[in-house]
């Protein structure tokens, strides 16, 4: 295992580079999603609610079965994790059931953690004067406290928004994975 750990990175590399296929599958997959979100943001948003829903519902039944065939917890722990599971279930089947309030509700918590994330983010570049990097963490946290400002004011419009910024970020980080992809496969002929 120590033979491991002290691997040549161009070996590594090599390893990585005989695999470039998938890398470039997923770079296209993700380039595509992102056209597909761009061109279609409002059906983006009705995916995201749903595939949120879903995914409540999912977590509620492993909790709760979870919670039945465990034997390891205590009597309280499973009881209160089948509570768990039981409100996850019905948040999920509720999220499913209303869409545009499932999307309400997302985007407020998404404005509401910029808001505090920014504020946290700004008092610590105010209040540590050694810290690295001070000026721009001040900028960023200012910047986020900003757009949680506007996502809580105009939601709705910050649904379409976000839904292009998603797509457009989808298609960047898409094309960067494409390059990855041709680049590993250049390292791996050529070593």
């Known amino acids: ?14 390893r990585v580079g005989r695999h470039w296929g998938w890398v470039l599958a997923f770079g296209i997959v993700t380039v595509l999603l992102g056209i597909i979100a761009l061109a279609w943001p409002g059906r983006t948003l009705i995916v995201v609610a ?16 979870n919670a039945i065939a465990t034997d390891e917890l205590p009597g309280s722990s499973r009881v209160l994790l089948a509570l768990l599971g039981v409100l ?7 999220a499913v059931r209303h869409l ?8 407020v918590l998404l404005g ?9 983010e700004l008092f610590m570049a105010l209040s ?25 004011a105009y939601p709705s419009i910050s649904l379409l928004v ?15 994975e494409i390059s990855i992809a041709v680049r590993l496969r250049s390292l791996s002929t050529a070593g």
């Open 1 to 14: 295992m120590p033979a491991r750990m002290n691997a040549d990175p161009a070996d590594m590399v090599a």
């Open 50 to 65: 749903v595939l949120f829903g879903a995914q409540l519902i999912v977590m509620g039944i492993f909790r709760f079965v």
């Open 88 to 94: 996850s279930l019905i948040v999920g089947l509720y």
């Open 100 to 107: 545009l309030v499932t999307l309400f509700a997302l985007v």
């Open 112 to 120: 509401i953690f910029w808001v505090v994330s920014g504020a946290i």
């Open 128 to 152: 540590h004067r050694d810290m690295s990097q001070r000026g721009w963490t001040a900028i960023m946290g200012g910047i986020s406290v900003v757009a949680g400002i506007i996502v809580l």
């Open 162 to 176: 976000l839904a292009v910024l998603l797509s457009i970020w989808l298609i960047i980080f898409g094309v960067m």
